[in-house]
């Protein structure tokens, strides 16, 4: 199965067409769309990898053939991933992984931090007024210290089976070697102005004469083979102090317009922290596990699925990957109201304490089904947030920001441990900062931009600290949804799946469990089918894919359409009666490979 598939989903990656998009509560798309790529799904009894590149997915594939455990593939994937999709994860972002070692699940976030010394006046002007936000994005003001080499090593001490260093040798012969840049990267290249003006990015990227390197062209990253050749040899470690390190700090703080504030001190006490998944019954067959705070993707998808379920308004959905226009009016209404309790509640659970002392009081069944009351047959367009019990929380909510990038790793391995990894430098390219590790060989790695997913306000008008604001050494709230899905009946897992796609991580995670799970769909098609989704806002419809009686018939019901590119990247393996059947989003480059 394995080669012929990576060849034919090499062969059509096909032609691409940034289109920025840029409203308010309308998910940016940093990245961009690249283009429809239709794929098969592909099937497979004992093993699977999916990735958002096949050279990434290959990197795992060799590693699962070679008896390697499913963490073991996912440090062999984000290594590639770093060097072949530089403008969505790598390390020198963060991670939420969600693995299943077929007893228990462990949550190992690897979020980056806040310097210890920033604080909540990190993205104000002097005159105390957001900056905007495109300016603080650029240069050492938005990195946070980053969190996925140690995420990866805490998960691989845990559960790995091959040794460490066997799992950088893909990414360390490809960046030796070369990869060929793929059209959905030179398209980011060709679509981002500001990556141009980080002299050392510009040489590496672009040509002499600041073109983007063609699709097709072979890159070769010296810096990077050489950063990874060390880590493989010395482990996380050597990421976090010693020349890697003091290249970092000097390039934030040295950075000429926009300079940040992480130290060294920032760097070797950066800690990937173990946290309690938070598991949700649904439809009574699921068990749905996912990652809690900062991550607020789990409580938001999980709030609409159930407000969903406690609404009797819906009529059955079309099987055909379609939703009807009941269903879109319940779904956006039902995501209006789990945004605005992500806007008001959602932070670092080492800085926020949650509504009601847990959590799991934002799913309790009584506060849903009283949620559910706000469903009526017009649209809210704008949803209140709501109190789960006391002791209440005080904090204001978050005003609406841009959200992008990212990368999702879904990985079954031949025992039937699973991992699933959501990981991001953030925007694309992220802080637009390439950072050699001290070599000054051309090439490296992207420093993320992490701390713009936190409020660029710290309260409101009545003083009300908002959660998610910045505070030395606090996460910030994320959208990522990296899924696992169990069968209640048995045990067994279901699914694993996630996407990028900044908010839309929760739409785009949500559809693909409604579409396979409740309606029917193979994880293929379920993925394929149209996007939708409102984050407290506008409707939004993926554009082209709605009729025009659908967007009429939501009309009729007062919502607000906007027609969008709705750029998901979902990877997925759902459990067949005979083995395995993997997803990959025919949106972007992302392929399944397994046996
Ligand atoms: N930066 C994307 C996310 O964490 O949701």
Redesign the pocket.
Known sequence: MRAGRLACALAVLAGCAAAPVSDTRIPTQPEGASGWIDKPGWAGTRFAVAAAHPLAADAGYQVLKAGGAAIDAAVAVQMVLTLVEPQSSGIGGGAFILHWDGTSIDAFDGRETAPAAADERLFLRADGTPMPFGDAVVGGRSVGVPGTLRVLQAAHRRHGRLPWAQLFASAIRLADEGFVVSPRLHAALAGDRRLRESPNAAAFFYDPEGRPWPAGHRLKNPALAAVLRQVADSGADVFHGGPIAEDLVRRVRAHPTNPGQITGADLAGYEAKLRSAICTDWRAIYRVCGFPPPSSGHLAMMQILKLIEYTPLLSPTRADGEASPDFLHVYTEAARLAFADRAAHVGDPDFVSPPAGDWSSLLAEGYLRERARLIGARSQRVAPPGQPGTPHSAWAPMAWQP????SHISIVDADGRAVAMTT?I?GAFGSKLLADGGTGLPGGYLLNN?LT?FSFISADTQGRPVANRVQGGKRPR???SPTLVFDLRDGRLVMSLGSPG?AG?IHYTAKTLIASLDWGLDVQRAIASPNFGSNNGPTLLERGRFAQPVIDALKARGHLVNETDLTSGVQAIQRTATGWFGGADPRREGVVAGE
């Open positions: 959200e992008g990038g990212t991001t953030e992490e997913d994320s959208s990522m900044g991580i």
